[in-house]
């Protein structure tokens, strides 16, 4: 990794005011930087927003590239037959890998419930923990 670009980068970064919090930059299994913006520092807890959803599709393609999951059309709950679904209804079942990553979060944590930011704390990743079965 070029240790110059890296450094451009976040010069740019902070010059642009970007709306950045923090940037973690990983390679090769090290952590290569880790850097905070606009007064954020390690110690800061905020809502992530969208953040749960590109990591569900990046674990998505991940799971299907190496065969853990044969197709983007397949059930959800097939995949957790070992496990005991609460409030189990149509759509939970009908949930499929490819379907929208939104909408495998919201209905994954909120059990079928719009999942928005003044019901976080009372959501199931919260409460519970193995939050999947929710």
Same mark, same amino acid.
């Given at each position: 990794?070029?240790?110059?670009?890296?450094?451009?980068?976040?010069?740019?970064?902070?010059?642009?005011?970007?709306?950045?919090?923090?940037?973690?930059?990983?390679?090769?299994?090290?952590?290569?930087?880790?850097? @905070? /913006?606009?007064?954020?520092?390690?110690? =800061?807890?905020?809502? %992530?927003?969208?953040?749960? $959803?590109?990591?569900? &599709?990046?674990?998505?393609?991940?799971?299907?590239?190496?065969?853990?999951?044969?197709?983007?059309?397949?059930?959800?709950?097939? @995949? /957790?037959?070992?496990?005991?679904?609460? =409030?189990?209804?149509? %759509?939970?079942?009908?949930? $499929?890998?490819?379907? &929208?990553?939104?909408?495998?979060?919201?209905?994954?944590?909120?059990?079928?419930?719009?999942?928005?930011?003044?019901?976080?704390?009372?959501?199931?990743?919260?409460?519970?923990?193995?939050?999947?079965?929710?």
């Amino acid at each position: 990794m070029d240790s110059q670009k890296l450094a451009q980068m976040l010069e740019t970064i902070q010059q642009e005011r970007l709306n950045l919090h923090s940037l973690l930059v990983i390679r090769h299994g090290y952590m290569v930087s880790e850097t @905070y /913006f606009a007064g954020y520092d390690a110690d =800061n807890k905020h809502a %992530q927003y969208s953040c749960t $959803k590109s990591v569900v &599709s990046t674990l998505i393609g991940i799971a299907l590239d190496q065969g853990s999951i044969d197709s983007l059309a397949h059930p959800v709950l097939d @995949y /957790f037959s070992d496990r005991p679904i609460e =409030n189990r209804d149509p %759509q939970k079942e009908s949930m $499929k890998f490819g379907g &929208s990553a939104h909408d495998a979060v919201r209905i994954g944590l909120a059990g079928g419930r719009p999942l928005l930011p003044e019901t976080w704390p009372k959501a199931g990743m919260g409460r519970n923990s193995c939050w999947i079965t929710r």
